[in-house]
């Protein structure tokens, strides 16, 4: 019995081991990622239900892993942001996202935003960063409010200090901002008033079955009413079958994004597509 004991002992610490030495490994082919610059950013337009157009389009990262192939942040931002890698990865989506968005604006001739996910850890590290990231767009001479920061729901519940000066100097550099996965969090509706925010995204989980589910529909049509009057405009996110795109629309829903009209994709696929458009 003390042997078996010892036997599963051993086991479990080997285990333990393992998992940890695959977690280190992560770490380190993401530092290496960074590093040798294999990441891209893919888009997935967000189409302007009034007018049909596509005004703006989400960065979506992704890591193409010399041997996993083309890997989904799924698979990646947990380890990502335990490591700490996040921060230097966060600040090249940032750069990356507005560089394309320079490219784009003078390619179209037109405005076009580009909105990117932030981690909640950057928003609880220094402002140094947020201050290179205004004095890069400066000198890209390009718009502030080309770029809309994604945040969670969840980074709001954090009231510290930083978290509400991080917001406000992005609104002071002029940057704009989304609420992102909307409706998840936990009584964030009294923040909505506290915080300066441009866009409401209403996650994917009640635009699923807002055909089927009167209350999902109830749901939309009063966050949508409620986010109006406070002065916000409204993405629905995940959108996927016309159905949900027509009850959205007939809800006042101002933005659309999703399968329905289109995957994440490489930045030459969303090119083209915006100069079919123009
Ligand atoms: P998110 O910000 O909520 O992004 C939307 C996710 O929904 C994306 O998954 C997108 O591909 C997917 N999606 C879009 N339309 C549809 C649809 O019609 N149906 C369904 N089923 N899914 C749809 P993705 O690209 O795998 O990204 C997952 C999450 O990873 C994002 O969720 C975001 O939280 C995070 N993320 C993505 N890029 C970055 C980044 O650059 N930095 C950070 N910190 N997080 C990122
Ligand atoms: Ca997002
Ligand atoms: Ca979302
Ligand atoms: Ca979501």
Not at 57 to 71: I, K, N
Not at 224 to 244: F, N, S
């Amino acid at each position: 019995a003390k042997n078996a004991g010892r036997n599963r002992y051993s086991y479990f610490t080997s285990d333990m081991q393992a998992a940890a030495q695959q977690r280190l490994r992560l770490t380190r082919d993401l530092q290496m990622a960074v590093a040798n610059e294999q990441f891209e950013l893919h888009y997935q337009p967000i189409v302007n239900l009034r007018t049909g157009g596509i005004e703006r389009a989400e960065a979506l990262l992704r890591w193409r892993h010399p041997e996993r192939g083309l890997l989904a942040p799924g698979d990646f931002i947990g380890s990502a942001e335990a490591s700490g890698v996040i921060l230097e990865i966060g600040d090249w989506v940032f750069r990356h996202a507005a560089d394309q968005a320079k490219r784009w604006q003078e390619e179209l001739g037109r405005p076009f935003q580009i909105s990117v996910n932030q981690s909640p850890a950057q928003f609880r590290g220094g402002q140094q960063v947020f201050e290179e990231w205004g004095r890069y767009v400066e000198r890209l001479q390009l718009a502030p409010r080309s770029i809309v920061i994604e945040i969670t729901e969840r980074l709001l519940l954090d009231h510290s200090g930083p978290v509400v000066e991080r917001l406000g100097q992005f609104k002071s550099m002029g940057l704009q901002v989304a609420l992102d996965d909307f409706g998840t969090g936990h009584s964030v509706l009294a923040h909505l008033k506290k915080f300066d925010i441009d866009y409401l995204k209403i996650d994917r989980s009640f635009v699923m079955d807002l055909a089927g589910d009167s209350g999902d529909l109830a749901l939309c049509e009063g966050i949508i009413v409620m986010a109006h009057k406070l002065g916000l405009k409204v993405v629905a996110e995940g959108v996927e079958t016309e159905t949900q795109l027509a009850l959205l629309k007939a809800a006042g829903c101002d933005y659309a994004q999703g399968y329905v009209y289109a995957h994440p994709m490489p930045p030459a696929e969303l090119q083209a597509q915006l100069r079919g458009q123009v």
